[in-house]
């Protein structure tokens, strides 16, 4: 009888052992899939952010507005406001994105967000050989199509400097633009 209490006594020991660590690794266990319950949380809304960027890059007005932005936040935190204009009219009636008022030569220079992304996507997204040949012609086209733009509008015998810049807002498009 004594052996058999004895080993009665035991098993519950054991038991209750079993039973706290069974709580102590099912309260781990919560905290972890909370943490990850969180995680999700914070990559869901990091796909909406990036779902938002997207459909904003996907529309060339929005894009160009973010561009005109990025150029503005730029200009404004490093320039004296007296040596930069944002939408100055031209003798022509254009409107470069940013004028820089810099002493003659070379005088006012206009800058210009341009983002062409199109082609670029498909140049990323290609998967042939063929594909990306055409994209680069299609990518590299679009970028000589905004400059000759530039140069048309923004450069003004007199008025502007021989030169204007054009503003990338993308670090990626200008990568492939600068290889």
Known sequence: NYRLDNLSSQ??????LNSNKTSESLGELKKHLSKIDEAQKNIYEISNDITSLQNILSNKQARGAYGEVQLNDIISNILPPTTYSFQHMLSNGTKPDCILKLPNPPGMIAVDAKFPLENFQNLKNSNTEDQKNKAIRLFASDVLTHIKSIKEKYIIPGETAE??????PSESVYSEIYT
């Open 163 to 168: 030169s204007a810049i054009m503003f990338i």
């Open 11 to 16: 098993v519950n020991e054991s038991l209750n």
